[in-house]
């Protein structure tokens, strides 16, 4: 029974990162973020960041993400990144989403690139939502996104160096569950 549900979860997260790619997905997704509310004046005041494009996720009891990405410092590429995450909880259905994470300064940069980084089951996002729904009731809670960037909305900080913002793409996930996402970089060659 795992082992369906995993093989499903992994046919899942396959089909959700495989979706269609522009000919530039780094910087359509850059311009999403930028055009974005409070996201966009990260970019001025940044030491760095990293963007993923697309991040699939799924989950049916225990769930998964994965995407692959891009890191920038002073606006220059310095390297990729992937993004695995595990989760553990009520969780149902499948998503994808882009993500970004702005480095206050080089220590913050220097903590994320520096091996294998971590966030932890206390770190949020704050959603960007465009034509957002949601609808609860007694069989769970639900929402989705779109990512029409001349109608979004944000707003966040710097926590410990770092400020994370999503962007719903397609999909939908139920779920009361932790985890965390574990990164892992390697420079430009």
Excluded: N
Aim: aromatic letters at 12%.
């Amino acid at each position: 029974m795992l082992v369906r549900r995993l093989r499903w979860l992994a046919a899942l997260l396959i089909t959700l990162a495989s979706s269609a790619a522009h000919a530039d997905k780094y910087t359509d997704t850059i311009k999403i973020f930028r055009e974005a509310g409070t996201s966009g004046g990260f970019f001025h005041h940044c030491y760095g960041y990293a963007v993923f494009p697309t991040i699939g996720k799924g989950g049916i009891g225990v769930g998964g993400a994965h995407g692959s990405g891009r890191v920038y410092a002073g606006g220059e590429y310095t390297g990729d990144v992937s993004l695995t995450q595990l989760t553990v909880g009520w969780q149902l259905g499948g998503q994808a989403y882009s993500q970004i994470v702005f480095f206050q300064d080089k220590r913050a940069f220097d903590e994320f690139t520096g091996g294998s980084f971590e966030f932890g089951a206390q770190a949020a996002a704050v959603a960007i939502t465009a034509g957002a729904s949601a609808q609860t009731s007694t069989g769970g809670t639900g929402a989705s996104a779109g990512s029409s960037a001349s109608h979004t909305k944000t707003a966040g900080a710097y926590h410990k160096g770092m400020a994370v913002f999503t962007v719903a793409k397609g999909g939908l996930m139920y779920e009361a569950s932790i985890g965390g996402q574990k990164f892992g970089y390697k420079p430009k060659r």
